[in-house]
């Protein structure tokens, strides 16, 4: 079965390009993992593809068409394309949204996972994109909420994962990059996971001119807003054992702060790549931990998972070192990877089994 790249910023499928002016432009994922790039550059010098700083030069073929193989990884994997040293948007390359901007990315298929978000055989959820107006900044927020197949607002009511991005990235992240829905479909069809709303929102968020409020923002978004909205508009239970947060890096900090600081709201915490302090920061809601009672009777699930090649590993083991003396639990896991989608995927799937269980 061909790869089904769904992800691109602006359709379902790759831009099939016109023959006759555009040329023999793709690229191709090889048997062995590489990325194969075939692009047309006429008038460059230099065209490479730019993994953060690792840069590989394509080659030119022709007058116009630069070729190469590029090993970038297995798994969801970012990358810029530089002609003559400037970076480029290409037609012919799926985009997405991170690191602040639209980007380029290919999805290497990880062996073991083949079948984590395949869509054939399964019933799909849906996505919904809402516009929520804000309180706290004065303007409306924009959150995606997905549902899952047999969603049924008449009969039925459901918990609520309250799921954020990454700095740098968007509401978008976990549906594009993460694959949440279809690895949600999937669990729920194997019996995996308790039917559930997931709710992702904008975390970049900000006002003119209080730029210093920052990645504190959002938290306060949630409570005085995103909640309410959600329980006003949406078939959902609103006791704390049927309402979850999570997040990644970024979005793991602004679980910490609020699930901590709101045991009363939440039953269940989750910490991708996770942050339970941050440098320079506040650790006011750190408090709990020091009446283990309290913590272990708010929360059914407190989750840590990281990449055993993280770069910010080191603060992860200095998290641990405030839990090391405290009888609390506290589950924590290690995936192969770094800071990157790879131990994300895995972290959600891992972790959405464990939510809204007696």
Not at 90 to 101: E, K, N, S, V
Not at 261 to 282: D, I
Not at 296 to 316: H, I, K, L, P, W
Request: negative net charge; charged residues 25%; proline residues 7%.
């Amino acid at each position: 079965m061909a790869a089904q790249f769904l992800d691109t910023a602006v359709s379902f499928d790759l831009y099939a390009g016109e023959p006759g002016r555009d040329g023999d432009q793709r690229f191709e994922i090889t048997a062995d993992g590489k990325v194969f790039f075939r692009l047309k550059a006429p008038n460059a010098k230099t065209v490479e593809i730019d993994q953060f700083g690792t840069k590989t030069p394509l080659e030119r073929v022709s007058d116009e068409m630069w070729e190469g193989t590029v090993d970038l990884g297995r798994g969801f994997k970012y990358f810029f394309l530089k002609i003559d040293g400037a970076d480029v948007l290409d037609p012919y390359l799926p985009i997405g949204y991170g690191c602040c901007r639209p980007m380029h990315f290919v999805d290497v298929p990880v062996p073991g996972e083949e079948d984590w978000d395949e869509l054939d055989g399964v019933p799909h959820g849906g996505v919904t994109r809402l516009y929520i107006p804000s309180s706290v900044t004065g303007k409306h927020e924009i959150c995606l909420v997905w549902t899952p197949a047999s969603y049924d607002p008449a009969n039925k009511t459901y918990p609520v994962l309250y799921l954020q991005h990454g700095y740098g990235e968007n509401e978008t992240g976990w549906v594009h990059q993460g694959h949440v829905g279809r690895i949600a479909d999937r669990l729920i069809a194997d019996g995996k996971m308790q039917d559930m709303i997931i709710v992702m929102c904008n975390g970049m968020m900000r006002i003119p001119g209080q730029e210093a409020r920052g990645r504190g923002l959002f938290p306060e978004v949630l409570l005085a807003d995103v909640i309410p909205f959600i329980e006003a508009h949406f078939p959902v239970k609103t006791d704390k054992w049927s309402r979850a947060m999570a997040g990644l890096s970024m979005g793991s900090y602004q679980t910490s702060t609020t699930t901590l600081t709101h045991p009363e709201l939440f039953g269940y915490a989750g910490l991708f790549s996770g942050f339970l302090s941050f440098p320079r920061a506040p650790e006011t809601h750190l408090a709990i931990l020091d009446t283990p009672e309290k913590f272990n009777a708010s929360f059914r699930v407190f989750y840590r998972a990281m990449g055993t090649e993280d770069q910010f590993f080191s603060s992860f083991l200095h998290d641990d070192e405030i839990l090391k003396d405290k009888p609390v639990n506290v589950i924590r896991k290690t995936f192969p990877g770094g800071h990157d989608w790879s131990v994300w995927r895995r972290s959600i799937r891992d972790f959405l089994p464990m939510l809204f269980r007696d």
